[in-house]
């Protein structure tokens, strides 16, 4: 990405899209808040200095990590990514220390109290911080990022400034500075109004516009029109209508979560996933739906199928890695079928089949009608179009070992949003393991040692199909099985 401030075609900075301005307003409510946090293991505690400088020279090449959004005084214009003239590196980067004995948990602990804290709009939305004090002489790295920002998918690009191929590569030549903009709210009404009255006409044609060119207004003729926007209304309902029964287990909200992670040998997820004809991505499902059945059963509510929304990355090579570019597509879920092979292929079926669905974009067709909505309508409608009671992302990042600032990363774990949903689960696959993060709303999941259980249950009986592989505490040494089970835990 330059580090030369991209303009559209009046001159101005570039303007969030439709979905990102309503991640962006989303901020303010911790019921909408949708940003995304990553904890990275390091297997030392990197100099200070030389960690600080990484993020210096990669805030150089990378725009969004010096730019904030500037929202107009009055609605006369949509929202600007520009570069902050007060940008203040010391503000973003953070540094504290675990207390004794610096545990994995204790690094989750803080990373949730992080998690459920809002980013200041008022500047770049993300702030990185060194954890040191763990044990064995590691560190963590915990960042936290806007949604508004960029998708999971995308933050892998823009991240990947930071790191290195070998431990102590040669120092490199500090980048340029990117060029600063002073455009003020007020200076952005001001030029809005100046193109009134088509900013505000053209505002609403937007809206318009993207709905009817996503049920295929250019068919002419007036009777294939109306077949196609049936269709397409249809295949809407399919995408984002209710697929099963939220869980009645899990059908509480509140304020307050935790997180529970595994690791896995990406070896031993690929050969499961190729023994039942599915990808990894549709063994990683599985094991999630494994371990929800395990827990439904356990608490004596057994049921068949609960909803569940996994995102679909959109983004191409020729696609910037700001912004958001992902669709969602909504399952029901298997999770009362005990055998991990035939779920497996329940939900190979209904992905593919998902994934063909005309309206598969439909979020995005929406967005603009939607973002012309005030905040308390648009609470209810991200509520609506969420319609599940869990989200699974799957995120690869880098194939081979990488290094910050000396140290090595030796595990990545992803902590995602919960936008009413009961439950997040991340899985991210980097240096050969995939990590499986599950962050759910206590007031949902009320037993966490009984949940703990449940989800390396649910992931061992999927790796059992090809061959020896268990699930690891995520504790970064080697285990030879798998977290001990309780009688109330059963296979």
């Not at 293991?41 to 150089?60: E, N």
């Not at 590691?138 to 995308?154: E, F, I, K, N, Q």
């Not at 949003?417 to 962050?439: D, E, H, Q």
Request: proline share 8%.
């Amino acid at each position: 990405m330059s580090n030369v401030p991209e303009l559209d075609a009046a001159g101005l900075p570039e303007e969030l899209n439709a979905l990102d301005q309503i991640l962006h307003r989303g901020e303010a409510n911790p019921r909408t808040r949708s940003g995304i946090m990553t904890i990275e293991i390091l297997d030392t505690t990197p100099d200070w200095d030389r960690f600080r400088t990484c993020f210096d020279h990669a805030s150089r090449k990378v725009l969004r990590l010096r730019q904030k959004v500037v929202t107009p005084t009055l609605p006369t214009a949509a929202p600007r990514w520009v570069v902050d003239p007060d940008f203040n590196l010391d503000f973003h980067l953070r540094r504290v220390r675990v207390p004794e004995p610096g545990t994995f948990r204790q690094v989750m602990d803080i990373a949730e109290v992080a998690a459920q804290s809002p980013l200041d709009i008022s500047r770049p939305l993300w702030t990185a911080t060194l954890i040191e004090g763990m044990e064995n002489g590691r560190a963590a790295l915990m960042v936290h990022l806007s949604h508004a920002v960029t998708d999971g998918v995308g933050s892998v690009e823009m991240f990947a400034n930071l790191y290195d191929l070998e431990r102590n590569p040669p120092a490199q030549q500090a980048p340029p500075l990117p060029i600063p903009s002073d455009l003020s709210p007020n200076d952005l009404m001001r030029r809005g109004f100046n193109r009134l009255p088509g900013t505000v006409v053209g505002g609403v044609r937007d809206a318009l516009f993207g709905a009817a060119q996503a049920v295929g207004h250019v068919v002419r003729d007036p009777v294939s029109r109306l077949g196609s926007v049936v269709e397409y209304a249809m295949s809407g309902a399919r995408v984002m209508g209710p697929v099963a029964e939220p869980s009645p287990l899990l059908r509480r909200r509140s304020l307050s979560s935790r997180s529970e992670a595994i690791d896995i040998e990406f070896g031993d997820l690929h050969r499961a996933a190729k023994a039942a004809g599915g990808s990894i991505n549709d063994a990683y499902l599985a094991g999630v739906c494994g371990a929800l059945r395990l827990y439904h059963r356990a608490k004596g509510v057994p049921i068949d199928a609960l909803p569940m929304a996994v995102p679909v990355n959109l983004r191409s090579e020729a696609d910037p890695a700001g912004g958001n570019r992902f669709v969602g597509v909504n399952l029901a879920a298997p999770i009362g079928l005990a055998d991990p092979e035939v779920r497996i292929k329940d939900i190979r079926s209904q992905m593919t089949r998902k994934r063909d669905e005309r309206a598969l974009d439909m979020v995005g067709a929406i967005a603009p009608m939607v973002g012309l909505l005030p905040d308390t309508m648009l609470e209810i409608i991200a509520g609506s179009i969420v319609n599940s009671d869990v989200q699974a992302s799957n995120v690869p990042v880098y194939a081979g070992d990488t290094f910050i600032a000396g140290a090595k990363v030796l595990r990545q774990y992803g902590i995602g949003p919960l936008p009413g949903v009961a439950m997040m689960v991340v899985l991210i696959s980097r240096s050969g393991f995939c990590t499986i993060t599950a962050r759910y709303d206590r007031a949902s999941i009320t037993d966490p040692d009984l949940f703990a259980q449940c989800l390396a249950a649910g992931f061992d009986e999927v790796l059992a199909l090809g061959g020896d592989g268990r699930v690891q505490p995520a504790t970064f040494v080697a285990q030879s099985q798998s977290l001990p089970l309780n009688g109330s835990v059963s296979r």
